[in-house]
T-cell receptor, first 114, second 114 residues
């Protein structure tokens, strides 16, 4: 089925380790974004991309890197994990130029940093 | 700049009772407004959206919301709650300007009592 696929679903990291959260979509959506969800804070934007080769920072970008080499993929990298990055991460996409369209969300990655 | 305030982090209703979840927004330009629902351990699903057409918007599962510009509100309602409505609900705002990302409220957890 078409949609946004996130891997892995669960991950435990030790402080200082690095990892990449994967996000792929097959809907030809130019706009892709990463959010983190923390209790009582809703979802906060980490980074977003309006197309291949173009990325920009969101509300909480520190500690995270992104790149966009293809339309389909938008990986999120944690270079040196910290306990404050324990969260649920969601990738979302939509068509560029259509902010009135609903975003399609992945099922999330639950990350624990110990 | 844009922001969303959801009044009440937890709302409890009886099965069959009216559901009212409150959302107020702030936006310097005409907004696009959304309600998303999140069931336990799942991603976000679009319930309904306002995109400057009709001010009363009908969504899935019997939910509807009314855009009131004078009150900067977009409250979510359902005439009769069902046990399956128990979930967390997020109000979000976007616009056609700026980074055009979704800005979320902090969420309201709806409990439905038998």
């Amino acid at each position: 089925n078409a949609g946004v696929t996130q891997t892995p679903k669960f991950q435990v990291l030790k402080t200082g380790q690095s990892m990449t959260l994967q996000c792929a979509q097959d809907m030809n959506h130019e706009y892709m974004s990463w959010y983190r969800q923390d209790p009582g804070m809703g979802l906060r934007l980490i980074h977003y991309s309006v197309g291949a080769g173009i990325t920009d920072q969101g509300e909480v970008p520190n500690g995270y890197n992104v790149s966009r080499s293809t339309t389909e993929d938008f990986p999120l990298r944690l270079l040196s994990a910290a306990p404050s990055q324990t969260s649920v991460y969601f990738c979302a996409s939509r068509l560029t130029g259509q902010p009135n369209y609903g975003y399609t969300f992945g099922s999330g990655t639950r990350l624990t940093v110990v | 700049a844009q922001s969303v305030t959801q009044l009440g982090s937890h709302v409890s209703v009886s099965e069959g009772a009216l559901v009212l979840l409150r959302c107020n927004y702030s936006s310097s330009v005409p907004p696009y407004l959304f309600w998303y629902v999140q069931y336990p351990n799942q991603g976000l699903q679009l319930l309904l959206k306002y995109t400057s057409a009709a001010t009363l918007v009908k969504g899935i599962n019997g939910f509807e919301a009314e855009f009131k510009k004078s009150e900067t509100s977009f409250h979510l309602t359902k005439p009769s709650a069902h046990m399956s409505d128990a979930a967390e609900y997020f109000c979000a705002v976007s616009s056609y300007m700026g980074r055009r990302a979704l800005t979320f409220g902090s969420g309201t957890r709806l409990q439905v009592q038998p």
